[in-house]
C-alpha cells in the first residue's frame, strides 16, 4: 500500500511541477495588461498575439463570472483595481457601473466608424462593442409538418395555437430571461406589460431558470429534443446551430421571430477603468476593440454583431442571423431605476 | 502524560487549521460583511425583510431535511450491504455510486432530462405501451425533482461513511448480542445502531450541509419558482446587486449553519465509545440465505438503477449523433459516433481560450490532488487538535464547519475584497483555487476522522508507550492503521469535491488554467450540436477519469 501512495504521490509532485513550469509569457519590455471580461468572452488566439506583438505587451484575461458577477466585482474592487480594462458590461447593467464611477472617459477616434444609435453614454466613458438581439427561437420543423403558422408578434403568443409552446427564462437568473421581459415592458409599456404575462402564463408559458437548460432540455429544435418548439435565445443562435454543426446543413434547423418589438437589443461596453496604471496601453486597447480586426473576428467567437460599419460579417451570420427590423429597447437609467421591481413583479406574476 | 504539555501541544496543532480558516475563510468573509454593512448604513435597508428572509429559508430547510431523510432511507440499507457482504461488482459499483458526486449539475439536469424529461426515455416508453398523447410524468421543474437530485448526489455520502465505520464494527459484538436470544431487530437497535451512530450522525449532517446550500440542483431542477438561500444570495448578490440583502441571508445561513453544528455536537460527544476497529472487515462475507440474497439483489438492482442508467445515458449520448435530419421531424440522423470526442482535440475557430482536453484533465487532477493533500493534512491535525481540547473544542468544532454553510457567491466576492495584491492575489496566486475547494473539502476530512480517532482506545497507546515505542513509533503503529481507512473516505471526498467544483474556479477567475467543468460550461454556453456533444464528451471524460482515480485510491484500502 505504501509504495503505491508514494507512486501516486510522487505523480502528483510531478504534475504540479510540470504545471509550474509551463513558461510564463512575459513581453521583453515586461509590459502587461489586465482585460476584465466575463465568462462568454471569447477572441482568436491570433488576433491577441498580433496585438501583443505590435505593441509588445502581455494581456491577459481575467474572467470574472456572468456579465452581473463582473461589474459588482469591478464595483467592489473600485479602490484597489483589478484590472486596467474592463469589456462586457450591457446596457443592462450600464447604469449601475456608470453611478459607481468605476470608468475613466475616453474617446477613440475609433468611434467615428460607429453609429450614434450605439454611443449610449456621451461622456464616453464606456464605448460600445458589439450588439446582440434576443429574440425567440423557433423550431422550424415543427412549425411545418404541424402547418402551423409562426407567431408574429408578441400577441401572437396568447393565441390558443400556441398554448404551452414557449420556453422563457426567469430574468432573476438569466441574461436573456431579462432581455425578453424587457421587450415586453418596451412594447407594452410598464402599466400593461404584467397583464401581458398573466395571459402568457395562462397559455402555459414555461419558465426555467437559465438559457442552458431552456436552450438545451426544454427547445425541441435543439440537441435535447424538449418539448417546447419556442425559445428564448439570441438571433444569431441559427447561425450558430449551422456553424457547429459536423456536416453544416444548408439551412439552420431554426429561425428567429424578428417582427418589430419582438427583439430586445443587448448592446456591450469597454471601458478603462478607473486608477490604471497603463492608460496609454489601454486606450491602445480599446482602440483595438474597436478596429475592424477585432471587430471582425468577434461574430464566430461570440456570436454577436460589430458595431463598427467597416467591419465585414462572416459569411454564416449573412445568410443565416436574421435582422430584426425594429428591436425593443430601454435607456439604460430607467432600466436601472426600474430592475429590481419589474423582476420582482415579474416573480409575483408569473411563478407565485 | 501532565495536563500541561496537553494543552501547548492542542495550540501547537491548532496552528495551521486556525491560520488557514482565518486567512481564507474568516477574513474574506468578514470583508464581505463590513462592505455589505456600510451600504447599509449609507444607503438604509428598506425591504420587506421578514418576508425576503423567512419565506426562502423555511423552503431551504425543508427540502434540505426532506432530502437528507430519504438519503438515508436509501443509503443506510446500501450501506448495510457494502460492509457486510461481498458480491460480484462491488468495487466496480462502489466507484460508480461515487461519480454523481463530481457531475456538474448541468450535466445532471441533462442526463435526468434524457431519462425522465417531456420526451425522456421512461416518458416514451410510457406514452408507447399506454397509448397517451401527452407525456404521463412530469417529474423535472419541481421539488420532487430536487429531491431526487439530492439523492442522486450524496447517497454515496452516507454508503460510503457509515458503510466504512460499519466494516469496521468488531462482529463479536452483535454476534454475542444474537447468541445470547436476541432478535436481529433488537441487536441492531441495542448494538449496531449506538456503535455506529457517531457516522450516522456525521454523514446525515454533511449530506444536510449540502442540500442546504444547494445551488445548481435548485436553479435547474427545481425551476424558478423555488428559492433557497444560496440561490436568494446568487440573484441578490450578482443580478440586483443588493449587497445588504445578500450579506443578511449569508449571515443567515451561517446562523442557521453554527445552530445545526452545536447540536451536532452536543449529540455526539455523549456516545463515543472506546472500541477497537477491525482492519480487514472480518464480518465480510457473501450473502447465502435466501433472505441475504434477495435482499443483496434488490438493493444492487436500485442502486444500478439510480445511479448507473444516468451515467450511462449521459455516456450514450456522448456517442449518438446529435444533429436533427433537416426539414423531417423528429428523424434524428440515427447511429454512434465519436465525432465529439476528436472534436474536443480540435481548436475550430483558433480561440485564445480553447482547452487542450489533456490541459484540463491536468489542470483538474492537479488542483484535486492539491485539494486532497491540503484537507488531508488539515483535517488530521484538527482531529487531533479537537480531541486534546476538551470542552471548549465544541464552540471551536460548530465554527470549523462554517465554510461548508457558506454562500460560494459571498465568499467569492470577499477574495476579491482581501486578495488584490501580492503575496496573495486572485489574479495570479496559483493556489487559491485548491484552497476554496480544501475549504469545502476539509470538513468532510474532519468528519470522517474524527469519530475513528476518537473510538481508538487509549490502552492501545498506553501499551505502546509501556513496552517503549516512542510517541512517533505509538502513531505511526496504532493510530496510523486504525485511521487510514476513515482518512481515505476523507481523502477520496475531498478529491472528487475538487474535481466536480466549478463556482470557485470561474470566481477565482484563472482563464489560462481551466478544469474539466470550466469547459463542460464553455460548451454549454453556446448553440450548436458539435458544442452540446463535446460538452457530453467532456463530462463523460471527466466520469472515466475520476471513476479510474477513485478505484486506485479504493484499491489504497488494502
Known amino acids: 500500500m505504501n509504495k503505491l501512495v508514494l507512486k501516486i504521490f510522487l505523480m502528483l509532485i510531478v504534475l504540479v511541477l510540470s504545471a509550474n513550469c509551463t513558461p510564463q509569457v512575459t513581453s521583453p519590455g515586461g509590459k502587461s495588461l489586465t482585460v476584465m471580461t466575463h465568462d462568454s468572452f471569447a477572441v482568436s488566439e491570433e488576433v491577441i498575439t498580433a496585438f501583443e506583438k505590435e505593441n509588445n505587451v502581455k494581456i491577459s484575461f481575467l474572467k470574472s463570472g456572468d456579465t452581473g458577477a463582473m461589474v459588482n466585482k469591478a464595483i467592489l474592487s473600485k479602490n484597489t483595481p483589478l484590472a486596467d480594462v474592463l469589456y462586457g458590461v450591457d446596457n443592462t447593467f450600464l447604469s449601475r457601473a456608470l453611478d459607481a464611477d468605476i470608468f475613466e472617459a475616453y474617446t477613440s477616434p475609433r468611434l467615428a466608424d460607429i453609429p450614434a444609435q450605439f454611443k449610449l453614454d456621451s461622456k464616453n466613458r464606456v464605448l460600445p462593442v458589439d450588439y446582440g438581439d434576443v429574440c425567440i427561437n423557433y423550431d422550424r420543423a415543427y412549425f411545418s409538418t404541424k402547418k402551423l403558422s409562426v407567431p408574429q408578434s408578441l400577441e401572437d403568443l396568447t393565441k390558443p395555437e400556441y398554448k404551452g409552446m414557449l420556453v422563457v427564462m426567469n430574468p432573476a437568473t438569466s441574461s436573456p430571461g431579462l432581455a425578453f421581459l424587457m421587450a415586453t415592458i418596451a412594447h407594452f409599456g410598464q402599466d400593461k406589460y404584467l397583464e401581458y404575462w398573466q395571459a402568457l402564463r395562462a397559455n402555459g408559458v414555461v419558465v426555467v431558470s437559465d438559457w442552458e437548460t431552456g436552450y438545451y432540455t426544454n427547445f425541441s429544435g435543439s440537441s435535447g429534443k424538449g418539448a417546447q418548439p419556442m425559445v428564448v435565445s439570441y438571433a444569431s443562435s441559427p447561425a450558430a446551430e449551422v456553424f457547429f454543426a459536423k456536416e453544416p446543413p444548408k439551412e439552420p434547423p431554426t429561425a428567429s421571430i424578428v417582427s418589430p418589438g419582438t427583439c430586445f437589443r443587448q448592446v456591450e461596453f469597454v471601458g478603462i477603468l478607473k486608477g490604471t496604471k497603463n492608460r496609454a496601453l489601454a486606450e491602445k486597447f480599446v482602440d483595438f476593440m474597436l478596429s475592424p480586426a477585432f471587430q471582425e473576428d468577434m461574430p464566430l467567437q461570440m456570436f454577436v454583431y460589430p458595431v463598427n460599419q467597416k467591419a465585414k460579417l462572416p459569411e454564416v451570420f449573412t445568410a443565416h442571423s436574421q435582422s430584426p427590423e425594429k428591436p425593443a429597447t430601454l435607456s439604460p437609467d430607467v432600466i436601472a431605476k426600474n430592475r429590481e421591481t419589474w423582476i420582482q413583479s415579474w416573480e409575483k406574476t408569473v411563478l407565485k | ?558
Open chain 2, 1 to 558: 502524560m501532565s495536563k500541561r504539555f496537553n494543552f501547548n501541544g492542542a495550540i501547537l496543532l491548532w496552528i495551521a487549521p486556525i491560520a488557514f480558516l482565518g486567512l481564507f475563510f474568516f477574513y474574506p468573509l468578514l470583508a464581505v460583511f463590513r462592505v455589505a454593512g456600510e451600504i447599509a448604513i449609507t444607503e438604509g435597508f428598506s425591504v420587506d425583510l421578514l418576508e425576503r428572509v423567512w419565506k426562502p429559508l423555511g423552503f431551504t430547510v425543508y427540502q434540505a431535511g426532506l432530502s437528507t431523510l430519504i438519503t438515508l432511507l436509501i443509503g443506510l440499507p446500501a450501506a448495510y450491504l457494502f460492509a457486510r457482504y461481498e458480491f460480484v461488482g462491488k468495487k466496480a459499483l462502489r466507484v460508480l455510486i461515487l461519480l454523481p458526486f463530481i457531475l456538474p449539475t448541468v450535466v445532471v439536469a441533462a442526463s435526468f432530462n434524457a431519462l425522465l424529461g417531456p420526451r425522456g426515455w421512461i416518458n416514451i416508453f410510457l406514452m408507447s405501451i399506454l397509448g397517451l398523447e401527452s407525456p404521463p410524468m412530469q417529474l423535472l421543474q419541481s421539488l420532487p425533482a430536487i429531491i431526487l437530485a439530492h439523492v442522486f448526489y450524496n447517497t454515496t455520502i452516507i454508503i460510503r461513511v457509515v458503510g466504512s465505520a460499519w466494516e469496521q464494527l468488531n462482529p463479536r459484538w452483535e454476534e454475542a448480542a444474537s447468541v445470547l436470544g436476541a432478535p436481529p431487530g433488537r441487536v441492531w437497535w441495542e448494538i449496531t445502531r449506538p456503535l455506529i451512530q457517531p457516522s450516522i450522525l456525521a454523514a446525515s449532517l454533511l449530506v444536510f450541509l449540502f442540500d442546504f446550500t444547494s445551488f445548481g440542483v435548485i436553479l435547474m431542477l427545481g425551476g424558478p419558482g423555488l428559492a433557497t438561500l444560496e440561490v436568494e444570495i446568487y440573484i441578490q448578490a450578482l443580478q440586483m446587486l443588493n449587497l445588504p440583502l445578500a450579506g443578511l441571508l449569508s449571515a443567515v445561513q451561517l446562523i442557521c449553519t453554527l445552530i445545526l453544528m452545536s447540536g451536532y455536537s452536543f449529540f455526539t460527544r455523549q456516545s463515543t465509545l472506546g472500541l477497537i476497529p477491525r482492519l480487514f472487515g472480518e464480518g465480510v462475507r457473501r450473502p447465502h440465505r435466501w433472505k441475504e440474497i434477495v435482499y443483496s439483489w434488490m438493493i444492487v438492482g436500485f442502486l444500478v438503477v439510480l445511479f448507473v442508467t444516468p451515467l450511462a445515458a449521459l455516456g450514450f449520448r456522448s456517442i449518438t449523433k446529435l444533429d436533427a435530419n433537416r426539414g423531417e421531424r423528429g428523424e434524428i440522423q440515427a447511429g454512434l459516433t465519436l465525432d465529439y470526442y476528436q472534436e474536443l482535440f480540435i481548436n475550430r475557430r483558433q480561440s485564445l481560450f480553447y482547452v487542450p482536453p489533456l490541459a484540463a484533465v491536468r489542470n483538474s487532477l492537479i488542483y484535486a490532488g492539491l485539494t486532497a493533500v491540503i484537507s488531508l493534512s488539515l483535517g488530521v491535525l484538527t482531529a487531533y487538535a479537537l480531541r486534546r481540547s476538551g470542552k471548549i473544542s465544541r464552540v471551536i468544532d460548530a465554527f470549523l464547519m462554517l465554510p461548508l454553510g457558506t454562500s460560494a457567491v459571498t465568499l467569492g466576492l470577499g477574495y476579491i475584497l482581501v486578495f488584490n495584491r501580492p503575496p496573495i492575489d486572485v489574479r495570479t496566486f496559483p493556489l487559491l483555487v485548491p484552497v476554496a475547494h480544501s475549504l469545502v473539502a476539509f470538513p468532510f476530512v474532519l468528519r470522517t476522522v474524527l469519530p475513528a480517532l476518537l473510538s481508538i482506545p487509549g490502552s492501545l497507546r498506553q501499551a505502546a508507550a509501556v513496552m517503549g515505542a516512542s510517541p512517533l513509533r505509538v502513531w505511526w503503529e496504532v493510530d496510523r492503521p486504525l485511521l487510514t481507512k476513515a482518512a481515505l473516505v476523507g481523502a477520496i471526498f475531498s478529491f472528487t469535491i475538487s474535481l466536480g467544483e466549478f463556482g470557485a474556479t470561474t470566481f477565482l477567475s484563472r482563464p489560462e488554467f481551466p478544469t474539466m467543468p470550466v469547459a463542460i460550461f464553455r460548451f454549454l454556453a453556446q448553440p450548436g450540436a458539435l458544442n452540446y456533444g463535446q460538452a457530453m464528451a467532456m463530462a463523460t471524460l471527466l466520469l472515466v477519469i475520476c471513476g479510474v482515480s477513485i478505484y486506485l485510491v479504493d484499491k489504497m484500502d488494502r
